[in-house]
C-alpha cells in the first residue's frame, strides 16, 4: 500500500467504538469454542465441577438419566467383602446392563471364585467391564461413563448417579475414586500389575447391590 492509501484504513472513532462493541459479543464466543476444543481434546478422566456442564455434556455418551427429587443417598461408606457368596447381586447386573446397553457388548465380570481372596467380586458386589486405556475411542467411552456417573445433578448433588448407584469405589486406567473419600477425586492407583488398563472396576455397597438405593426406589 502506498502513503496515499493510509487514509482508508485509518480507524475513525466509530470504528473503534464498534470494534470495542464487538470484542465484548465475540470473545465469550471465542472462549466457549476454544474450551470445547480443549475438552475434546484432553478427555478429562471427570468431574470438573466448575468447567460448566453445557460446554462438556454435547460431545459425551452417556446412559440415560431418569429424572429424580432431590432427595439422595448418603456416600458409600467403606465396607468391603468379608465373604463368600459370588452370585451376582442384583443392582449389580442392573448397572452392568446399562453400560453393555450405553457402550456396546464387551467382557465383563462379577463373581470371583473365593479362593482370589477377599473382595467385593467374591461377595457379587462388584463389577469389572472391558474398556482399553490405550485406545482412544474406548478410553472415552470408560472417561464419558465416569463423567456421567461423577457429575453433579441438576439439583446441585455432588456425583450423583454414583451416589444413587451406591458406588462405594471405582478402578480405571491407574486412578481410583472413592465415595468415602469424596472431596480427594481421583488419586493414583498402583495395586495391580495392569492397573486397570484393560477394564474398570466397579465396586458396590450392599445398598446398592440389593438395589436399596435412590436409583432403584425413587424412579
Ligand atoms: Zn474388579
Known amino acids: 500500500m502506498g502513503e496515499s492509501s493510509n487514509r482508508w484504513i485509518r480507524p475513525t472513532r466509530r470504528d473503534l467504538v464498534s470494534a470495542v462493541v464487538l470484542g465484548a459479543v465475540a470473545a465469550p464466543l471465542t472462549y466457549a469454542a476454544s474450551a470445547r476444543q480443549?475438552?475434546?481434546?484432553?478427555?478429562p478422566l471427570v468431574h470438573s465441577e466448575d468447567l460448566g456442564l453445557e460446554l462438556v455434556q454435547w460431545s459425551r455418551k452417556m446412559p440415560p438419566t431418569p429424572s429424580f427429587p432431590a432427595r439422595i443417598d448418603a456416600y458409600a461408606a467403606y465396607d468391603g467383602g468379608t465373604t463368600c457368596g459370588t452370585a451376582s447381586k442384583p443392582g449389580v447386573v442392573d448397572v452392568r446392563n446399562l453400560i453393555l446397553r450405553t457402550y456396546g457388548n464387551r467382557a465383563w465380570s462379577i463373581g470371583h471364585p473365593c479362593t482370589g481372596g477377599v473382595s467385593e467380586h467374591?461377595?457379587?458386589?462388584?463389577?469389572?467391564?472391558?474398556?482399553n486405556a490405550y485406545s482412544r475411542s474406548s478410553r472415552k467411552a470408560a472417561n464419558d461413563f465416569f463423567w456421567w456417573l461423577l457429575r453433579p445433578d441438576s439439583h446441585g448433588n455432588r456425583h450423583a448417579m454414583a451416589r444413587r448407584l451406591g458406588i462405594m469405589y471405582a478402578i480405571w486406567n491407574r486412578k481410583m475414586w472413592r465415595a468415602y473419600r469424596p472431596n480427594e477425586g481421583w488419586l493414583p492407583y498402583t495395586g495391580t500389575s495392569n492397573s486397570h488398563t484393560n477394564h474398570f472396576h466397579l465396586s458396590f455397597s450392599w445398598a446398592g447391590a440389593l438395589r436399596r438405593t435412590t436409583w432403584?426406589?425413587?424412579q
Not at 480443549?38 to 478427555?43: G, R, T
Open 38 to 43: 480443549k475438552q475434546e481434546n484432553e478427555e
Open 122 to 131: 467374591a461377595e457379587g458386589r462388584a463389577l469389572d467391564v472391558a474398556f
Open 216 to 218: 432403584w426406589t425413587l
